[in-house]
């Protein structure tokens, strides 16, 4: 698909749904074409307010969203919505349930939902949900919602993505709310105790507003702790209040701009840490694009590059590997020291092949990140695998 | 699934034990010889999931024991049958569930049955109004394809033209809000027939059996449904003394993939949930499980079937005690069954005559009180005519040539009849204790735990066949090229006349005094808010002053909610 | 990579038994797929804006009773919207001379009880290839028609 041609790029701007959609499914799927149509997309980036809303299974997640769709296509708002469903580690597939809880407003013409399956990743969110969100942006629609698998407390990706974090909480935590204090709960803008008709849910509330009083209280922002009952249809409006507030004190586009990074996304950081690479410049290895947590570079192997064998040298490989690793690990704006990596070969590489390195995340938490890196001679012919774990540190780049 | 293996292996009971124990297990080590290693270690086991021994024999069974497990028919625990005369009295009733196209095209469907020996009358609605609606509302394409179509006190005056109201026991498929009811209350009064005179079931009753397994039926939400069946359980006891107001319903459950076992618990906890949200309203047990009725589904499984009746009546008899009751009348387990449609194929469906014979048995031989016998061609399309009058057949040479009604429970006493019973009761009490455990079954069904139990089980099914561990003649075993001429025609009602009925309702819509008609579905609107208040007795009302079927419905879901099933993969 | 087929299905009509529906929908999960599973009931418009949302590649109706009478006025809304390349398949109770006018009426396949669940897993695959493909092939052409202009 030519996606980044200016008709396509003009039907997406316009809404047209069809259009989107297959848009949508191109970056989805990275196919060809994925990479120029983000790019065309990017000046139309950082309209939307993106609303990512996190829980356990059950908690309720999408019947909260179909109330505040009611709210919102009720006062004139285009929203759309992407929902991440968990797949089978077995088998790959995956049922995608979350739209149909969300009631009737999905269909409203205002209204997009698209279901993504999380593709065996870590996280709460698929791989390429971000990119799904720069086309909804794009698009117009505001909010874009964010709603994540929900498996617990390692969903801290939407943290990065949205501009606003609501975690959701089902009544009668008990020990569980020690597991949110380390995990979730940490990213939460608005804290939201759901089924809040439940006799638990006004302790509930309790117990985490205490919870947040113990916290060492950073300037800005102070999160709150809000009691909804979807049901009964009790709580939306002082939730929309509070997520307008909180819009208005922290900004939107906050996926684009990660500190440190000016240029949005961590692409033009990349681009500096590639230029100023030595090792890289005298190895041949072309910088494609980068940004944070994910990377490619590319490699024509000359007569530099061989071995005693004529074929292409093994450390050449890894190299050209690890520059994707430490790019991808590096863009967030903060030092990513690598401390451990692997490679297996899956075929020899002969002068005259061109090669392209691709890095992406696998998992990200506060401490570690592990990426991993394709190395293909065309599409689809594997030459190398290789997977990195970085140690993620305080110290941040210098501009 | 139970793991437990069986029990009952043969144990003499007579002097001579020494030598039946020594015939035993020379019995024994020849099966195990002649069978072979490898299906001696391959467990049979029934759709519950219970181990199924080659043979079984006589086992320490005393006088006691069969005072306590069987007892005589019309005795607690009556295992052996609800009655002293069982079917030897009153052979069960011949209930066929028909309803098609227009009130007139039932009408006349009604008068072949009855001519063809049915003894009593049911209705099935179109589907859109199982859903609620009314014809001027829904694609006309679907109108009475599968049912008819009854908006309306004068149409259902049209569907029983002819039928004496005071001698016929009418089957109503009505879920709540019970307007098919409502309108035929208001047509007894039209008839000058005191509505106490009424007799008939509300079959479709059971809200939680919708909400669990059949959808179309689920009409308001759980809360609500709960408290308009409740609405019509109090109304029906104070007015309508001959009238069964509540059928608790397995069928689905069954159909929807759960074993026969979970089938029997989940409607055992059901009437349990309904019980005691009648009691807690005030109302007398005695009186109020008296009429309590049930409805199966019976499947090609044979002995398993019959084991699951059996074990049903004796489990129910002790429960209706636990719930407060004491009148036997209340203790006694009435049911009617209906050969399960999920055992018929497509492919080869004459084979389905054979399959609703042996699932017929089934549920004889089980005790029924009430049979519908489902045609050979259900799997194909809406049954036909000639389908219809093959199914009536099978019962009237069921109980006429094969003079199946002579013994009552001729099996009560065959060594595998008697442990299968016992086995199919521990599972079922079981699945029950599951259910109690949730909450109840309400709870049980709020939270989807037995959609989930269902889930699994029909999934386990569905592998069964897939892997032909389950054979399925003409499936997944016997296949055979298709013979042409054996494909039937779908029976469709005449579009011209239906696009009639279609305008001709909208024109006796139109008629009505608006006044009239907005001032009862406002009563009704207040009555639903008004927890003091009987929603029945609203939807009485207004059925006499004009409303719609779909005006009724659509004015309880707004007040009481939706009914939105749970979906679960 | 091969990109795993994405299928909605669903129910439109009255008829809420979903037995056949919910098995379907699990089998093709275990095979692989991506499925969008409904509850019953939905409306013609609904569905069609879920599957052009959605961007599946086939569309899975269950019909247990009549409602495969109302496929003709779902497959006639998706060619209108712009999506009548989405293949339909029908699975349940269909008499055999309905069968031909869904076909004639544009609908891919229709699935009889007792199908093998690998039958419809395969035909899903085989649409689904069939569809991007030909898509890929207009966007191409598409692209060639701009260079020259």
């Known amino acids: 698909m030519k996606g980044g041609e200016p008709a396509a790029v003009a039907a997406i701007l316009a809404r047209e749904r069809i259009a989107l959609a297959r848009a949508i499914t191109t970056v989805e799927n990275e196919a060809a074409g994925a990479s120029e149509l983000l790019a065309a997309l990017r000046p139309h980036l950082g309209r939307a307010h993106v609303v990512g809303i996190t829980g356990a299974p059950g908690a309720g997640k999408s019947t909260l969203i179909g109330s505040l769709l009611g709210a919102w296509l009720a006062r004139g708002s285009k929203v759309a919505v992407v929902a991440v469903d968990p797949s089978s580690p077995l088998t790959g597939g995956a049922v995608l349930g979350d739209r149909i809880r969300m009631g009737e407003h999905a269909g409203h013409d205002d209204c997009f939902i698209r279901s993504l399956s999380a593709r065996g990743h870590l996280g709460g969110l698929s791989r390429t949900s971000a990119a799904v969100v720069d086309v909804l942006d794009a698009a117009g629609f505001d909010p874009v919602v964010v709603e994540t698998v929900g498996t617990g407390q390692s969903e801290v990706a939407v943290a990065r993505l949205a501009d606003t974090r609501i975690v959701l909480c089902p009544p009668g935590l008990g020990d569980e709310v020690q597991a949110l204090k380390a995990g979730v709960l940490e990213i939460a803008d608005l804290l939201v105790v759901s089924k809040g008709d439940l006799p638990d849910a006004e302790r509930t509330q309790a117990e985490l507003r205490d919870m947040l009083a113990l916290r060492a209280r950073a300037p800005g922002w102070q999160p709150r702790v809000l009691r909804l009952s979807a049901l009964a249809g009790e709580g939306v409006a002082p939730l929309v209040a509070a997520i307008d507030e909180h819009r208005a004190a922290a900004g939107v586009g906050r996926r684009l701009s990660p500190s440190g990074d000016p240029s949005g996304d961590g692409a033009s950081l990349c681009e500096r840490l590639a230029r100023r690479d030595r090792y890289v410049a005298a190895l041949g290895v072309e910088f494609v694009r980068a940004r944070a947590g994910s990377a490619e570079v590319a490699l024509a192997i000359g007569d530099e590059h061989l071995n005693f064998m004529g074929n292409c040298h093994g450390g050449v490989l890894f190299a050209l590997a690890d520059t994707a690793f430490g790019l991808a690990s590096n863009g967030y704006g903060s030092v990513a020291a690598g401390i451990d990596a692997h490679i297996t070969y899956h075929a020899a590489v002969r002068k005259g092949d061109r090669l392209l390195a691709r890095a992406h995340e696998v998992t990200r938490n506060r401490k570690l990140a592990v990426y991993r890196v394709d190395v293909e001679r065309a599409p689809g012919e594997s030459i190398a695998c290789f997977t990195g774990t970085v140690f993620l540190t305080d110290r941040r780049h210098r501009p | 699934m139970t793991n437990s293996t069986e029990a009952s292996t043969p144990v003499a009971t007579d002097d001579a034990a020494g030598r039946t124990d020594e015939a035993q297990a020379r019995w024994r080590a020849a099966y195990e010889r002649e069978i072979g290693a490898q299906r001696t270690a391959r467990a049979i086991r029934n759709r519950s999931g219970i181990v199924i021994e080659p043979l079984y024999g006589p086992s320490e069974r005393s006088g006691q024991w069969y005072a306590e497990r069987l007892g005589y028919p019309g005795q607690p625990p009556y295992t052996r049958g609800i009655y002293a005369t069982m079917h030897r009295g009153r052979t069960w009733t011949q209930r066929q569930l028909v309803g098609l196209g227009t009130p007139a095209d039932y009408n006349a469907r009604l008068r072949e049955l009855v001519a063809g020996g049915a003894s009593a009358v049911s209705l099935i609605p179109c589907n859109s109004v199982f859903r609620g609606y009314d014809m001027d509302e829904v694609p006309q394409e679907l ?427 | 990579m091969s990109i795993r087929p994405k299928v909605l299905i669903t129910k439109i009509g009255f008829d809420g038994h979903d037995r056949g529906a919910r098995v379907v929908a699990a089998g093709l999960r275990d095979a692989g797929m991506e499925v969008i599973y409904t509850p019953p009931w939905q409306q013609i418009g609904e569905v069609v804006k879920l599957a052009i949302e959605e961007d599946v590649d086939v569309i899975g109706l269950s019909s247990l009773a009549t409602d495969h009478l109302l496929v003709p006025r779902l497959v006639d809304a998706l060619r209108a919207a712009g999506a009548g390349d989405v293949p339909v398949i029908v699975g349940g109770v269909v008499p055999d001379e309905e069968v031909r006018a869904l076909l004639e009426a544009g609908v891919a396949r229709v699935f009889h009880p007792g199908t093998a669940l690998a039958e419809i897993v395969a035909f899903i695959d085989s649409e689904t290839g069939r569809v991007r493909a030909a898509r890929f092939a207009a966007t191409m052409r598409e692209g060639d028609d701009d260079e020259q202009h």
Request: neutral net charge; proline residues 4%; aromatic residues 8%.
């Open chain 2, 143 to 569: 109108l009475g394809t599968c049912g008819v179509v009854v908006n309306t006190p004068e149409h259902l005056a049209a569907c029983l033209d002819g039928v004496d109201l005071r001698r016929t026991s009418i089957g109503l498929n009505d879920p709540l809000p019970f307007t098919l009811l409502a309108f035929l209350i208001v047509l007894a009064e039209r008839r000058a027939v005191s509505i106490g005179e009424l007799g008939g079931t509300s079959n479709q009753s059971d809200y939680l059996s919708h909400c669990v397994a059949n959808h179309m039926f689920f009409r308001l939400s759980l809360a609500g449904s709960r408290r308009v069946l409740l609405d019509e359980i109090a109304w029906c006891i104070d007015h309508l003394p001959r009238w069964n107001y509540l059928s608790v319903v397995g069928q689905h459950m069954q159909q929807a993939g759960a074993t026969p076992a979970q089938a029997m618990a989940f409607t055992l906890a059901s009437a349990a949930q309904y019980a005691r949200d009648c009691t807690a309203r005030g109302m007398d047990p005695d009186q109020v499980l008296a009429r309590f009725t049930f409805f199966f589904d019976v499947s090609v499984s044979f002995f398993e079937e019959i084991a699951k009746f059996r074990a049903g009546r004796r489990i129910w008899a002790r429960l209706a005690r636990e719930l407060g009751a004491r009148d036997p009348r209340a203790l006694r387990f009435k049911f009617h069954a209906q050969t399960s449609g999920a055992d018929l194929t497509r492919q080869q469906p004459l084979n389905n005559i054979a399959r609703v014979t042996v699932q017929a048995m089934a549920g004889i031989f089980g005790g029924l009180q009430s049979l519908h016998t489902d045609a050979y061609d259900e799997a194909l399309s809406t049954p036909t005519a000639a389908g219809a009058r093959i199914a009536v057949a099978t019962q009237n040479i069921l109980r006429e040539e094969a003079r199946l009604t002579d013994v009552i429970d001729p099996l009560g006493g065959s060594w595998y009849v008697e442990t299968l019973t016992d086995r199919m009761e521990e599972e079922i009490a079981r699945a029950m204790a599951r259910i109690e455990e949730a909450g109840g079954m309400h709870r049980a069904v709020e939270d989807g735990l037995v959609q989930r139990m269902i889930g699994e089980s029909a999934r386990r099914f569905q592998e069964a066949i897939d892997s032909g561990e389950q054979v399925v003649v003409g499936i997944n075993a016997y296949q055979a090229e298709e013979e042409p001429g054996e494909r039937v025609a779908a029976a469709r009602p005449d579009p011209a006349i239906m696009r009639m009925h279609v305008e001709r309702f909208r024109r006796w819509k139109a008629q009505r005094s608006p006044g009239d008609v907005a001032r009862a579905l406002d009563a009704l609107a207040r009555s639903a808010r008004d927890a003091s208040a009987n929603t029945f007795e609203s939807v009485v009302a207004a059925a006499r002053a004009g409303c719609t079927h779909g005006e009724i419905c659509a004015c309880l879901r707004r007040e009481l909610g939706f009914g939105q099933p749970l979906t679960v993969v």
